[in-house]
C-alpha cells in the first residue's frame, strides 16, 4: 500500500489484513522496528485523540516522529504545502500524516508528488473522509458483534457534516453489514449516500439496534441556514439513558468517534455507561494506526 488516503482505496481482503494485523498488535505482539523511517505530522486542525495515537503507534514500531509547529513553519511565510513536504522529504522523511480542513488535499498531495518515494495517511480532510477513524470503529464494533450481516447499526447526529459518517459508510458497505440508518434532522441529513438509508425519527431507528453511534454537532462547520437550536435538537436526537435501554437490544453497544459534547448529542450518564465502548475506540485506535504505518513501510 503506498498511501492510506480513503476507504474506497480498500478492498475487503486489504480491511480485513489490517484488522488481524491490528488485533496481533492489541494482543501483544511485535512486529519489524523501523528505527531508520521518520514520520512527520501537519495537523491544521485541532486534534487530541488521531494525532496522539498515531504518534505512539509510529513510537511503537520504532519510528521517529516529528510534530510540525504550523504556526511557526515556513508555511506562515508563504511556502507552499508542497513545497513544506519536498523540504522535510529533502531531510528524508518519507511518511506523512496530514489533518485539514479542505477535501482531497491529502489526495493532491498524493498525486503531485508521486515520483519523490513518498507515503501519506488521511487523518481527516474537510467533512470529506476520515479512514483510520472508520477502521478503528470496525475494528471496536467486530470485537463485540463478530456477526457484522445480521446487525443493524445507527449512526445519530451531524450526518451532513461528517467525514466520519462518509469513511463509515464505506466500511460497512465493505464488510457486509447488515442494516445501517443515518438519524438526523432534514437540514444535517447527508446530500450523498454511499451505504445505508436515512431517517428523521430516533425511536424509530433505535428499535432493535445493536450499535449505537452518535455523531458531534460540530458548530464550526454549520453555515448559513443549516443552523438548528440545540435543545430542539435534543429533545429529538440526543442519546440518553433511558433511550438505549428502552428502544435499543439489551446488549447494545454505544460509540462515539469524539469528543463528546457531555449533554448535547450524548448524556453523561450514556458515555461513562458499561454499554459505552468510548474509550475502547481510543485503545484500538493505536493499534490499528499501527496496523496502517506498517501496511504503508
Known amino acids: 500500500m503506498e498511501h492510506f488516503l480513503d476507504i474506497q482505496q480498500l478492498t475487503r481482503t486489504d480491511i480485513e489484513r489490517l484488522l488481524d494485523r491490528a488485533g496481533y498488535f492489541k494482543d501483544g505482539g511485535t512486529g519489524e522496528g523501523f528505527p531508520q523511517h521518520t514520520l512527520a505530522?501537519?495537523?491544521?486542525?485541532?486534534?487530541?485523540?488521531?494525532?496522539?495515537?498515531?504518534?505512539?503507534?509510529?513510537?511503537d514500531l520504532g519510528m521517529r516522529v516529528i510534530n510540525i509547529d504550523l504556526a511557526h513553519s515556513s508555511e506562515q511565510k508563504g511556502e507552499s504545502l508542497d513545497d513544506t513536504i519536498l523540504n522535510l522529504?529533502?531531510?528524508?522523511?518519507?511518511?506523512?500524516?496530514?489533518?485539514?480542513?479542505?477535501?482531497?488535499?491529502?489526495?493532491?498531495?498524493?498525486?503531485?508528488?508521486?515520483?519523490?518515494d513518498i507515503h501519506f495517511i488521511n487523518a481527516g480532510d474537510g467533512k470529506h473522509a476520515h479512514p483510520s477513524q472508520a477502521m478503528l470503529d470496525i475494528m471496536t464494533i467486530l470485537t463485540h458483534k463478530p456477526e457484522l450481516s445480521s446487525l443493524k447499526i445507527v449512526l445519530v447526529g451531524n450526518i451532513r457534516h461528517s467525514r466520519v459518517a462518509n469513511?463509515?459508510?464505506?466500511?460497512?458497505?465493505?464488510?457486509?453489514?447488515?442494516?445501517?440508518?443515518?438519524?438526523?434532522?432534514?437540514?444535517?441529513?447527508?446530500?450523498?449516500?454511499?451505504?445505508?438509508?436515512?431517517?428523521?425519527?430516533?425511536?424509530?431507528?433505535?428499535?432493535?439496534?445493536d450499535v449505537i453511534i452518535g455523531l458531534r454537532v460540530q458548530r464550526e462547520r454549520i453555515a448559513a441556514g443549516e443552523e438548528m437550536d440545540f435543545e430542539q435538537y435534543r429533545q429529538g436526537y440526543a442519546l440518553t439513558n433511558e433511550r438505549i435501554?428502552?428502544?435499543?437490544?439489551?446488549?447494545?453497544?454505544?460509540?462515539?468517534?469524539?469528543?463528546?459534547?457531555?449533554?448535547?448529542?450524548?448524556d453523561s450518564e450514556l458515555v461513562d455507561s458499561t454499554c459505552s465502548k468510548i474509550l475502547e475506540q481510543v485503545h484500538h485506535g493505536v493499534f490499528m494506526r499501527m496496523a496502517i504505518l506498517e501496511a504503508l513501510t
Open 41 to 59: 505530522q501537519l495537523f491544521y486542525e485541532n486534534s487530541t485523540r488521531t494525532r496522539v495515537s498515531f504518534e505512539m503507534a509510529a513510537k
Open 167 to 209: 469513511s463509515l459508510q464505506q466500511v460497512l458497505a465493505k464488510m457486509g453489514c447488515g442494516e445501517f440508518i443515518m438519524v438526523a434532522p432534514p437540514v444535517w441529513q447527508p446530500q450523498t449516500i454511499f451505504f445505508g438509508k436515512v431517517s428523521d425519527s430516533l425511536n424509530e431507528s433505535l428499535e432493535g439496534a
Open 89 to 116: 522529504r529533502a531531510m528524508g522523511i518519507r511518511y506523512y500524516v496530514i489533518r485539514h480542513s479542505e477535501e482531497n488535499v491529502v489526495h493532491g498531495l498524493a498525486e503531485r508528488l508521486h515520483s519523490h
Open 245 to 266: 435501554q428502552r428502544l435499543a437490544k439489551p446488549d447494545a453497544i454505544v460509540m462515539h468517534p469524539g469528543p463528546v459534547n457531555r449533554g448535547v448529542e450524548m
